[in-house]
């Protein structure tokens, strides 16, 4: 993963964690507006979430933000 995409995906988890809590959800379209202007970083996003890791469409902000941290959970 791309470190513009890391940083990117720490900084929503975190901002959401900070505003919702600990159980939040997220989906790799979180990181996007809602318009597809750079669907290279999409796909990248979409392939370490689906193809890399085989997550679910949601998932916890925690989780995910541990995952790219490089941070393992049981």
Known sequence: MTAPLKAKIIK????KIAKKG?????SFYAFFEN????PDLL????TWWIKDHK?????????IR???NGITTQ
């Open 66 to 68: 541990d995952l790219v």
């Open 12 to 15: 929503i988890c975190n901002e």
């Open 22 to 26: 600990t159980l939040v959800g997220v």
């Open 35 to 38: 318009k597809n202007n750079n």
């Open 43 to 46: 796909m990248e996003a979409a």
């Open 55 to 63: 997550l679910d469409h949601f998932e916890k902000a925690v989780k």
